[in-house]
């Protein structure tokens, strides 16, 4: 199994709401990533998680924060949005990289919020 | 540092027709190269992968050979399908498992 889940699949918010994104694998995946994919664009990174320790973060602003409660789960938590953070949000997750190892990423169907 | 450079698209061909899609690259050491596809209002899905030098990766009749010697990694397809129309992302990844995307060429295949 290669799947990657995550929900909702669309949410609109306004910009005073709180809301959360949740992404699931059962790969047994250590490292997860949160992505952020503009129109006609390339997914940009956000955050990493290793091991459920937050190992990267891409200098995202603090109304986003990522949670990875437990080896198979990653949320990302919103509030105060903008409207310019409307996008996909993507989840992907991967074996943890050691020594030479370079493994390829899974990622899951996406969000796509709709800050108004 | 890393980075990847992609033709730029969009790439319009009739069915049947013959595919590639250039990708290069820059990179320090041996970095691992990958191709995504991903469909319209979908994620990205993991087409091929390559890990060494001369490696080929091949999928769905999609093959994509990893040239050292040219720094790329040249997506190509025998005969395209309606149902490829998609946007085709190449990527590598290296020391970290930091990926590193190009830009993306939107691909549509007309009957």
């Known amino acids: 199994d290669t799947e990657v889940t995550q929900t909702p699949k669309h949410l609109v918010m306004g910009m005073t709401n709180k809301k959360s994104l949740k992404c699931e694998q059962h790969m047994g995946h250590r490292a997860m990533y949160w992505y952020k994919q503009k129109a006609k664009k390339p997914p940009e990174l956000m955050f990493v998680?290793?091991?459920?320790?937050?190992?990267i973060n891409e200098s995202v602003p603090s109304r986003f924060s990522p949670e990875c409660p437990n080896s198979s789960l990653l949320n990302l938590h919103l509030h105060a949005l903008q409207p310019e953070d409307s996008a996909l949000y993507l989840c992907?997750?991967?074996?943890?990289?050691?020594?030479?190892?370079?493994?390829?990423?899974?990622f899951g169907p996406g969000t796509r919020l709709t800050v108004t | 540092g890393d980075s990847v450079t992609q033709m730029e698209g969009p790439v319009t061909l009739s069915e049947e027709a013959f595919l590639t899609i250039n990708c290069t690259y820059t990179?320090?050491?041996?970095?691992?190269l990958f191709w995504y596809v991903q469909y319209p209002g979908e994620g990205l899905q993991l087409l091929l992968k390559a890990t060494k030098a001369d490696d080929k990766g091949s999928n769905k009749g999609f093959e994509a050979t990893y040239r050292k010697e040219t720094t790329s990694f040249h997506l190509e397809k025998g005969s395209v399908q309606v149902s490829d129309s998609a946007v085709y992302f190449c990527?590598?990844?290296?020391?970290?498992?930091?990926?590193?995307f190009g830009t993306g060429t939107s691909l549509t295949v007309i009957p």
């Open positions: 990179a320090t050491g041996y970095p691992s």
């Open positions: 990527a590598l990844s290296n020391t970290g498992n930091q990926f590193y």
């Open positions: 992907a997750s991967s074996h943890v990289p050691g020594g030479t190892g370079r493994y390829e990423q899974y």
């Open positions: 998680y290793s091991y459920e320790k937050l190992s």
